[in-house]
């Protein structure tokens, strides 16, 4: 979708996505990626979401990238976590475990972003119109080679491809998308039921492959 389309979502506050609690597919599947304390986890396009301070909480560092200055400025009121901008164009925590790049996902580089030990994707593939999701699947696999992966996807049936954000990305595409730059299995699916239609979130786990193939 093109930045002012997100834009006018936040100053309306129109954040559907947004949830008050910490993702339960996250706090159920991140532990198989058996992730040392102090491992760097990417989130792309985080928004501001509570999952940032949840895995805070776990130990671990964050990178978090999102568009809007306004997700920023209420994830910090509402999580209490300073951000304080840097000499490197990024915001960060005062004890510096989160870093925070406000800016359009694809304008980050891989030196910029510094080591990432995973990914996690809940809503940021599914915000991305199809004609879009194969340079944002290049830009991950460019910035986290080796990382691992934990992406939430969206399906539901009767739901045309091109009706969203969020948009329906059928499995088979999930694993041409991430074929080339990524080892990725799908570990489950939960029902749930969206303006009373059946959808289902899809729990892929991976790892992307150390040198970015798609380059
Ligand atoms: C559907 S929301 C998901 C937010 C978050 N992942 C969550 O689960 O709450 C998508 C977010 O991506 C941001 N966004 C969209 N396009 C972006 C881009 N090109 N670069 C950075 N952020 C972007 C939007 O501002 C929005 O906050």
Redesign the pocket.
Known sequence: ?E?HF??Q??QAGQ?G???PEP?PLLKQYLPELALPQGASIL???????V?LAWLLGQGYHVIG????PL?REQFVEEQGIELLPGDDGWWHSEEGRLRWFE????ALTPDSAGAVDAVYD???LV?FAQARRPDYVRQLASLAPGAQLLLISLDAEGVPLEAG??FVVPDDEVVQLFGDVATLEKRAEHATLRQGHPWWEKVWLGRFKAVDSAA
């Open positions: 979708m930045h997100w834009h979502r936040w954040i996505w947004h949830l993702n989130v792309p396009l985080c928004g501001k979401s999952d990238a999102e568009l809007s997700a800016g359009d996902f694809f809940r809503a940021a915000a954000p969020p």
